[in-house]
């Protein structure tokens, strides 16, 4: 007797159904009041954020710096005074007593500590090699919001002509407070770019205008829930500021993805006739958890960088954690009860329709999923020459990556206009040494005279070294300041670090300086970075598992995209290390790529490539269960979401090129990398890499060992209803063919 498919009954609303669509009004007014909380708690994040975090706060050099900073305050000068006698030499007399009192001047500031000059010391560090220009050095103290305050309170009556003197501000304080300001005007800016494009493209995506600005609210409830949470954050540990940055892309991206996936069922149900909250149920329980799945990956991925030191790092991992599980939770419980409410209205106000005739058909159906299922079938049939082609050519542009070479974040990330990035430039090019740039020795322990001048001595014949200053002693401590020959962190300076470390001392030493943060912070990332990746890789392997019930999905998913970073990889290298359209790009390239960048960029983009893999294989997965029909399974899965994707994909490369456009260099390779990364993804990976791929592996995609297959029946969870045991009359036809087939060949 022929086994009959019959359409399931409509569903009872579920629990969670119940719970989020009970009382839609109360449950928006509750997320309106909790936004408006958001708002007020979160309003002045941006001032209590810091600009720094790449040191690690456990190394040595680390250590040394702070106890430089307890005992020798003025070893440790974040603040410079460039004074510019114009044609004038710094000893004239005239330009040397206007020295002489502005530096008293500074002295005098509250707040203010170590001031020393050129004109005090006579050191010739200190000035300029055509001697028109000199260098006032100090020390701002407190933390970066009270240095940032000190330093706006009394840079005014600094800056300037003085006398026969012009006056311009630097130092590291002067860079971090810069690139703080600018950094919040830029994302201001960036949010008046995306916002409304974003909407244009959504209308574009829905038709609806109603429907196209769902997606949209939850973006913003996203955003200012994470700044609440980050506000919150700042009292018990640091954040930096350029999370800010990934609050608004992931902010605006992801829910932007979960709202186009949940609406865009929503609707399908509504036109398959179901009422609206038998339609809000069936889709909770098939986009909806496939939504949970794509925020638990993403989530997991940029949780990995809580185990870095580097409080850079860890803030994404803050922001980025917070927002998508917000993203999410909005998605899941205020996105349901707006649905209810609006029911069949939320295809009104259909703007496309002052455009053209008749009904237009849903994105990802009619024509445009045809079209996509075309293109599956297409590249299945030609499977090893788009497996292979596509690999290669992923691989080639991953190739710049092979010659990285990492340093440290410096004045010239801001603008060349900035006046720190000026300043510093200016000290770069026309000072002996690198003034500001050098290594400080401390020493500990009882020493005499002689033992501090032989180490001096041995000190200042190691390679690389231009000059030894010092030993300043204060009792049983003193510290010697080494300045490289060349630029402070290229790589001369950071083998000179391993050769003063293994220096034998009478006393106990410990090496500092930007270029010893540097050799500590890549230690510290290569010790770090297997534990990370292992990380991602075991846990994604394991929710990829629970969502498909394949041993094989799951190794294909996590290679497949990391196969769609090599591009994101090889071009920031490419443009940024090596300074390919710069000028276009307006950034100045420094010859090598910020150690924790790579990190970064590859958690977030990973978890971003995750999140569209997830909301591919889970129709793809529904499919199966129904039919069992593999190939069928593939195309019909990017019939169902490839538009989707892509035009997710889209609106979250806008956000990202609209992060894109800030002025500070991190923040724009940030931007514009994982923006290509994305587009990669979208329209290289899951249009022709996972067809291709799936159809090579064939059904054993699958397959699972006995004890899994029941543990996924425990535990599981996919897009859709439960499968059956039995896939249907058709389906299990179709698979008894293809066993033929594959018996025959």
Known sequence: MTEVNTPPPTPHPGGWTRFVTARPRLSLLAALVLTVLAVLAGGSVGDRLGSGGWEDPGAESTYATRALEREFPDSQPNLLLLVDAGRASVDDPAVAGEARRLTERLAGEEGVVGVGSYWRSGSPALRSEDGRRALIAARITGDEKTAGETL????????????????????????????????????????????????????????????????????????????AVLRGLTEFTDVSVFALNLTTALGLGLAIDYALFIVRRFREELSAGAEPVAAVGITLRT??????????????????????????????????????????????????????????????????RLFRRGRVPEPTTGADGRNWGRAAVLVMRRAPFFAGGTTAVLLLLGLP?????????????????????????????????????????????????????????????????????????????????????????DRPAQRLVDELRAAQAPFDTHVTGTAAALVDSKDAMAERLPWALAFIAVVTLILVFLLTGSVLIPLQAVILNALSLTAMFGAVVWVFQDGHLSGLLDFTSTGSIETTLPVLMFCVAFGLSMDYGVFLLSRIKEEYDRTGVHEQSVRHGLERTGGLITAAAVILAVVMIAIGTSRVTNTKMLGLGIALAVLMDAMVVRSLLVPAVMRLTGRATWWAPA????????????????????????GQEERARQDKVAAGR
């Open 152 to 227: 706006e309170r009394i840079a005014p009556s600094l800056r300037g002509t003085q006398g026969p003197v012009e006056v311009e501000i630097g130092g590291l304080v002067a860079v971090r407070h810069e690139m703080q300001k600018i950094i919040q005007e830029d994302l201001t800016r960036a949010e008046l770019i995306a916002l409304p494009v974003t909407l244009v493209l959504l209308v574009t995506v829905f038709g609806s205008a109603v429907a196209a600005l769902l997606p949209l609210g939850i973006g913003i409830v996203a955003i200012l829930g994470t700044n």
């Open 287 to 352: 986009a909806g958890r496939t939504v949970l799945f794509s925020a638990l990956t993403v989530a997991v991925s940029l949780a990995a960088m809580l185990v870095f030191p580097q409080y850079f790092l860890r803030s994404f991992a803050y922001a980025g954690i917070a927002v998508v599980l917000l993203a999410a939770a909005a998605a899941l419980i205020l996105l349901p009860a707006a649905l209810v409410l609006l029911g069949h209205r939320v295809n009104s106000l259909d703007l496309r």
């Open 401 to 489: 990556f092979l010659g990285v070479r990492f340093g440290t974040a410096d004045d010239r990330q801001l603008p060349v206009s900035a006046e720190s990035h000026v300043v510093q430039q200016q000290i770069r090019d026309g000072f002996p040494g690198s003034p500001g740039g050098g290594l400080e020795i401390l020493a500990e322990g009882r020493a005499t005279e002689a033992q501090y001048a032989d180490y001096k001595e041995r000190i200042a014949g190691l390679p690389d070294v231009l000059r030894v200053e010092g030993p300043l002693v204060h009792g049983d401590t003193a510290y010697f300041t080494v300045l490289p020959e060349g630029e402070a962190v």
């Open 707 to 730: 004890p899994l297959r029941r543990l996924h029946t425990r535990f599981g969870l996919g897009e859709g209803e439960p499968s059956s045991t039995n896939a249907g009359a058709a």
